[in-house]
């Protein structure tokens, strides 16, 4: 989508209510406002929304000499929910757009021009959204985009976009929360008022219902670039809350209210199901749990039966239910000659395309990572860090730059492409580069469609269940 900006002498330029939900957040408020200051988009009012901070937010806030209207709201108790906050923010503000900047987080000044712009051009979009580039307490960054989204499709958040809201809750949202922060969102104010936030119960999830729920109605467009920066911290909601099983209980109400209110595939309802039981092997891991032992409780587990019919023998044979990933090793003088691995994680529903490079010396991939079937469909060449396309081959043509290793599995070359089959050792295919990229730098795309393990749940069983 291209990116031409509207000038705000074309028409009346909307106003803009930014509503700031602040609990204890005393150390990032300079940077937040700063942000927000900045923004060369100028026609905005402010709402600062205080939830009993036990430390001087309220008081240095009240301090600052804002250029723009501005209003102060404290609550006297904690109100627990951070969407009872929104709900009062919108009460209190009158923009035809809302713009939920949190107080950890901050973004670049012409956040709200484009973001602006781009809502309209799109005017069926509830709510339009930036990338959000990760930062720490101190400002570093941490991931110039988040890498599970990559997990989820290898390119689709590289590029701008426009589509149309049940096409994104169907294929993506329904797997993860696609986007990573609130305060990478400006919203239309109608189509947060029809929600009904207030009565929105869940304390780690509920942005993530949020947009569910704006998409039954509406659209949405994205930017690509990263001008939001969400940080990461220790005093943040989610990592207060993630040490027990909350967060996998909320995200498997937030699936099921999808599959309720949308059209999943059964190819794609198996695949959230594998998704959310990988968060909860993770998270179960990080508390230390022994592997025999669930992170559960009844309201995790009676959640978990009510989307995942399969999820007792998920547990019975995890290996199966994890995702593949192209493993890539690359050895040269400049890795004294051993190998540096990479990994990328990918869904295996559909073929998918990844981008490796730059690669200098010997190259070798495992396709899956885990026992299991993959097929090598395409693999194009490039030069280093360009898009100069040198070769594309398919089919046949891929046994001319991938041989066979002899470990761990076997191959077999046909007019589909290059099929491996893995089993308990990595599979490595050698990568041959054309003749002209010999002992020169060079990327790769290479489109791979790994075999997913059979359905847990049949698909008779998911229809039942979405009676």
């Known amino acids: 989508m291209s990116e031409a900006r509207v000038p705000t002498a074309a ?41 009993a901070s036990s430390d001087d937010s309220v008081e240095y806030v009240r301090g600052l000499a804002s250029p723009f209207r501005f209003s102060i709201d404290v609550n006297k108790e904690n109100s627990g929910s951070a969407f009872r906050q929104w709900a009062r923010g919108l009460s209190l503000t009158h923009g035809e757009f809302v713009w939920i900047a949190e107080a950890d987080d901050s973004c670049a000044p012409d956040f709200l021009e484009r973001l602006v712009a781009l809502a309209g051009r799109n005017p069926s979009a509830g709510f339009v959204y930036s990338q959000s580039r990760i930062i720490g307490e101190r400002g570093r960054t941490l991931e110039e985009t988040p890498r599970y989204l990559s997990e989820i499709h290898p390119s689709r958040w590289r590029q701008d976009y426009f589509t149309h809201g049940a096409d994104e809750v169907s294929n993506y949202l329904i797997l993860r929360n696609t986007v990573p922060n609130a305060s990478a969102c400006l919203f239309r104010r109608d189509a947060l008022q029809e929600i009904g936030l207030a009565e929105m119960t869940l304390r780690l999830c509920g942005d993530w219902l949020a947009y569910a729920k704006i998409l039954r109605r509406h659209d949405v467009a994205f930017l690509a670039a990263p001008l939001n920066n969400h940080r990461r911290h220790g005093k943040t909601l989610r990592a207060s809350g993630d040490s027990g099983g909350r967060r996998i209980r909320e995200s498997y109400f937030v699936q099921e209210y999808i599959r309720e209110q949308f059209k999943i595939a059964p190819e794609i309802h198996e695949l959230a199901c594998r998704f959310t039981f990988r968060e909860w092997r993770h998270l179960q891991r990080t508390a230390g749990l022994p592997a025999d032992i669930r992170l559960n409780s009844d309201e995790l587990l009676q959640a978990a039966k009510s989307f995942d019919a399969g999820y007792e023998q998920r547990f019975a044979c995890p290996e199966e239910q994890a995702l593949p990933s192209l493993l890539v090793q690359q050895r040269s003088w400049r890795t004294a000659f051993r190998w540096r691995s990479q990994w990328q994680t990918y869904r295996d529903d559909q073929s998918v395309t990844l981008r490796v490079g730059p690669c200098p010396g010997e190259v070798r991939l495992d396709p899956l990572s885990k026992p299991g079937t993959a097929t090598v469909e395409q693999l194009a060449f490039f030069r280093a860090k360009s898009s100069d396309l040198v070769a594309d081959l398919v089919g046949l043509d891929l046994g001319s730059c991938l041989s066979p290793l002899g470990r761990g599995g076997d191959g077999h070359l046909d007019a589909r492409g290059f099929r491996v089959r893995r089993q308990e050792g990595p599979a490595f295919l050698r990568v041959i580069p054309p003749a002209e990229m010999e002992g020169r730098h060079y990327d790769f795309e290479i489109v791979l469609r790994a075999e997913p393990p059979p359905p847990l749940v049949s698909t008779r069983k998911i229809d039942r269940m979405a009676e």
């Not at 204890?24 to 929304?49: D, K, V």
Request: no cysteine; proline share 2%; net charge negative.
């Open 11 to 51: 028409r009346e330029a909307a106003l803009v209510s930014i509503v700031v939900p602040n609990f204890n957040h005393r150390q990032f408020l300079l940077e937040r406002f700063n942000s927000i200051f900045a923004q060369t988009y100028r026609n905005i009012e402010i709402g600062f929304l205080d939830d």
